[in-house]
């Protein structure tokens, strides 16, 4: 098959970087005190990042599912507890409650927003449900003042599952400071993604960001060495990657206008297309964010397969609900169902959306998927 001429992902996500990238590879790994995890540069980034997000504590470690599955850990949830969790998204949400000893319960969501419906999740509470992760998905946060309500209301524990939102804000509040704890991923396709993997939990807590400094390292508090106060994870964070964060994160927010500036347009042009069976992602600013562009199609194959014959690359995130697959269909109840995530499964389509797409790019996405819906005569480019 031919390279389509817009890809999915962006080709040269760190060329800009590259000679930097290089320079720091060299003095990390030349410098005398040969350190490359859990170093100066990590409780740099970690204060940087708690500086720009607003958090009292940043903790960052080994990946978005390492920091799930402490933030859950450091929370109380353990074996036999019910933690809710979206029926739409991706495999971690579910897996590291699972890993806990715990169970996913899974809520439908929203047709309109695609994450988590509060109301569905509620009906959902037992006496065993010990705390709830809503996730932000798509282009889109969760309903978070709902949650924050419903975990009041029912005395849950709230962890917000960010991993794709960094510098999304719902009422003044950015995402990842709305849960008790809130995680991101640097996972390199993330908003804030880097050559590797990495992951970051946000707290205002003091006590629990001691327990997720030490659950990131073997039980071990900073500094010690083989003293190993409780069982824990090895989730550190990379020298070389904090650096090369340190140096990417004044431009984050230029690339994240970017891909906002670029969903905006995708809306503009495709938002009249809602009577011809393609719907887009809510708009405006609140509570967004451009991470993917996913519209829902009622053709949705026949749409994925159009663009890519003509060089367009798509994603469907996610193609089944998380309790229809074999891992966690354990955790489906008999008979029960998930009717939005499944109607949702069947109809999304993420679009091309990083900040090094062009506008030509962008325009000619939107010419062919306009082309699809029949509202422009056939290119032949
Ligand atoms: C919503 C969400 N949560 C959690 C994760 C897990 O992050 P990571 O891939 O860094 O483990 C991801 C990304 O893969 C994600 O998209």
Known sequence: MTEPSIPFFSPSLFEADRETALRLVYEIGTAPEQRFILGEFTARLERELAAVSGAEEVV????????????????????????????????????????????????????????????????????RTRAVLPAHLFATMAD????????????????????????????????????????????????FGMPGEGGALLTDDPRLAERLRLFRNHGQRPGERFVHRTVGWNSRFDELQARFQLHRLPGLADRLARRAAIADRYTERLAPLAGRGILVP????????????????????????????????????????????????????????????????????????????????????????????????????
């Open 60 to 127: 960052l470690c080994g990946s978005g599912t390492g920091a799930l599955t402490m933030a859950l850990a450091a929370v109380g949830v353990g074996v036999g507890d019910e933690v809710l969790v979206p029926a739409l998204g991706c495999a971690p949400l579910a897996a590291a409650v699972v890993s806990l000893g715990a169970v996913p319960v899974f809520a439908d969501v929203n047709p309109g927003t695609l994450t988590m419906d509060p109301a569905d999740a509620e009906a959902r509470v037992t006496g």
């Open 282 to 381: 809510p708009g405006g600013d609140e509570g967004r964010c451009a991470y993917v562009y996913t519209v829902l199609a009622d053709d949705r194959d026949a749409l994925s397969q159009y663009l890519q014959v003509r060089g367009v690359a798509t994603h469907v995130y996610y193609p089944r609900p998380l309790p229809r697959h074999a891992a966690f269909a354990r955790y489906a109840p008999p008979g029960a169902r998930w009717p939005q995530a499944e109607r949702a499964c069947a109809r999304i389509l993420s679009l091309p959306l990083h900040p090094g797409l062009t506008d030509e790019q962008v325009e000619r996405v939107a010419d062919l998927v306009e082309e699809f819906a029949g509202c422009r005569p056939v290119s032949h480019r």
């Open 144 to 191: 978070m003042p709902r949650f924050v309500d419903l975990a009041k209301r029912y005395g849950l524990r709230l962890v917000e599952d960010s991993a794709v939102a960094q510098g999304a804000v719902l009422r003044g509040r950015p995402a990842g400071r709305w849960g008790e704890i809130g995680i991101f991923s640097f996972v390199q396709v993330k908003s």
